[in-house]
């Protein structure tokens, strides 16, 4: 059985940093591509970052320059650093598993 456990969201003032985790079991974590997802409220679930099995990174946009997506094999787990954050990266980040398995997702607020 497939399991993707996030940690790490919270509460946060503009410009902080936070870093999630993802922990997976149950898939053979090391030639797996991840990814970090992320859904505001009314708006549709969105690709933030992704790494494949070699460790290359891709990024949406809007992030580029702030969040590093990296991952450690040995520990099957996917790290999100995200860094100068802003309001607008509000939302709840998801953990994303090939192309099928989902985490729970974790909330991330960007507030004074």
């Known amino acids: 059985q497939v399991q993707l456990v996030e940690s790490g969201g919270g509460l946060v003032q503009p410009g902080g940093s936070l870093r999630l985790s993802c922990v997976g079991t149950g898939i053979i974590f090391g030639i797996t591509t991840m990814a970090w997802y992320r859904q505001a409220p009314e708006k549709q679930r969105e690709l933030v970052a992704a790494i494949n099995t070699g460790g290359m990174p891709n990024y949406a946009d809007p992030v580029k320059g702030r969040f590093t997506i990296s991952r450690d094999n040995a520990k099957n787990t996917v790290y999100l650093q995200m860094n100068s954050l802003k309001p607008e990266d509000s939302a709840v980040y998801y953990c994303?598993?090939?192309?099928?398995?989902w985490g729970q997702g974790t909330q991330v607020t960007v507030s004074s």
């Open positions: 994303k598993a090939g192309s099928r398995f």
